[in-house]
């Protein structure tokens, strides 16, 4: 049964840092490209940043670019989310998908499956 479990939100205060994991089970993350996403309460969804399957290509959404850094660790089917400088703004549900694919560089349009997302809030 493929399984992705996001891990790491909670409570920060503004400038506070939080590192976000997104496990998988149930199969191989090296052959996926994978991206995370927030969704704010009354906003829609939005991409944060994604990671190619190669891991040499990274997108970030210009709201977090220079504060937040995505990472993959295939040994550990594992993939990260660093955030940094956090701001009440970034308060959202983050989630993780992924998409099988072949291509080795850049990110997918689409996303085949996602895990229940955690919650992170910044506030004083």
């Known amino acids: 049964q493929l399984q992705l479990v996001e891990s790491g939100g909670g409570l920060v205060q503004p400038g506070g840092s939080l590192r976000l994991s997104c496990a998988a089970s149930g199969f191989t993350l090296e052959d996926y490209a994978i991206g995370w996403f927030r969704q704010a309460p009354g906003k829609e969804r939005e991409g944060v940043s994604c990671?190619?399957?190669?891991?040499?290509?990274?997108n970030y959404a210009d709201s977090v670019k220079g504060r937040f850094t995505i990472s993959r660790d295939n040994a550990k089917n594992t993939v990260y989310l660093q955030m940094n400088s956090l701001k009440p703004e970034d308060t959202a549900v983050y989630s993780c998908a992924v998409q099988r694919t072949e291509v080795r560089t850049g990110c997918p349009t689409t996303y085949g499956y996602w895990g229940q997302g955690t919650q992170v809030t910044v506030s004083s």
């Open positions: 990671i190619s399957r190669s891991g040499g290509s990274t």
